[in-house]
């Protein structure tokens, strides 16, 4: 499935074909047995498939949800869903990056804090590096990994590739994974977010207005 969203993509941008050719179709042994889905998304679609599973996963969590994603500028029914969630009792955690290698992006980012925080979500600024992590993981039953980062243009604009995991092994794993990123990470609290100096809540607001052209 990989191989062939990857020739569709090269379709797109060159008109070569290369179906025919033996050597793009290896046989892969499978040594393990983990149910998962591979979903794509891009220009080349009416639809947003991506965002359409995080949506339907975010709305199915009923114990917790754990995102990790370095670009965080999620379109209104990601940003509903998930503080739907909150409010309505589930435990959501997020990890964005507490230094980042795009400082409109970042910025942008950060405008979103004060909103999740309002919402009782768990925010954490990663403090080790740029985290790049891009995933999420439902109640310990499922999880996503690919290249799609939680914001509207790789919802909507660019070509991206998500595994949808239906593993309990492997979400436990990633989970765990997740749980060292948190503690390596600052957890965000509300009233000391709200003390955030005036010139840098107008670095989010400017940042923000800007997020639909990055």
Same mark, same amino acid.
């Given at each position: 499935?990989?191989?062939?969203?990857?020739?569709?993509?090269?379709?797109?941008?060159?008109?070569?074909?290369?179906?025919?050719?033996?050597?793009?179709?290896?046989?892969?042994?499978?040594?393990?047995?983990?149910?998962?889905?591979?979903?794509?998304?891009?220009?080349?679609?009416?639809?947003?498939?991506?965002?359409?599973?995080?949506?339907?996963?975010?709305?199915?969590?009923r114990k917790h949800i754990f995102i990790s994603?370095?670009?965080?500028?999620?379109?209104?029914? *990601?940003?509903?869903?998930?503080? !739907?969630?909150? #409010?309505? =009792?589930?435990? @959501?955690?997020?990890?964005?990056?507490? $230094?980042?290698?795009?400082?409109?992006?970042?910025?942008?980012?950060?405008?979103?804090?004060?909103?999740?925080?309002?919402?009782?979500?768990?925010?954490?600024?990663?403090?080790?590096?740029?985290?790049?992590?891009?995933?999420?993981?439902?109640?310990?039953?499922?999880?996503?990994?690919?290249?799609?980062?939680?914001?509207?243009?790789?919802f909507e604009d660019n070509f991206e590739v998500?595994?949808? *995991?239906?593993?309990?092994?492997? !979400?436990?794993? #990633?989970? =765990?994974?997740? @749980?060292?990123?948190?503690?390596?990470? $600052?957890?965000?609290?509300?009233?000391?977010?709200?003390?955030?100096?005036?010139?840098?809540?107008?670095k989010e607001s400017l940042a923000r207005l800007?997020?639909?052209?990055?």
């Amino acid at each position: 499935m990989l191989q062939v969203i990857f020739l569709v993509d090269w379709y797109f941008v060159s008109k070569k074909v290369f179906v025919k050719s033996q050597k793009y179709f290896p046989v892969v042994k499978v040594k393990t047995n983990h149910p998962l889905q591979i979903t794509a998304s891009g220009p080349d679609s009416d639809w947003a498939s991506i965002m359409q599973a995080f949506f339907a996963a975010i709305t199915k969590a009923r114990k917790h949800i754990f995102i990790s994603t370095p670009y965080f500028a999620p379109n209104e029914s *990601i940003l509903t869903a998930l503080k !739907t969630a909150a #409010l309505s =009792g589930i435990e @959501v955690r997020i990890i964005l990056p507490g $230094k980042s290698d795009s400082t409109v992006v970042y910025w942008s980012s950060m405008s979103y804090i004060t909103e999740l925080l309002e919402a009782g979500i768990h925010v954490y600024l990663f403090g080790k590096g740029f985290i790049h992590s891009k995933i999420l993981m439902i109640d310990s039953s499922f999880a996503t990994v690919g290249s799609a980062n939680m914001d509207m243009r790789s919802f909507e604009d660019n070509f991206e590739v998500m595994a949808m *995991i239906y593993d309990e092994e492997l !979400t436990r794993m #990633l989970e =765990g994974r997740f @749980v060292k990123d948190m503690k390596r990470s $600052k957890k965000l609290k509300l009233k000391q977010w709200n003390e955030r100096p005036l010139k840098q809540s107008i670095k989010e607001s400017l940042a923000r207005l800007f997020t639909p052209l990055f």
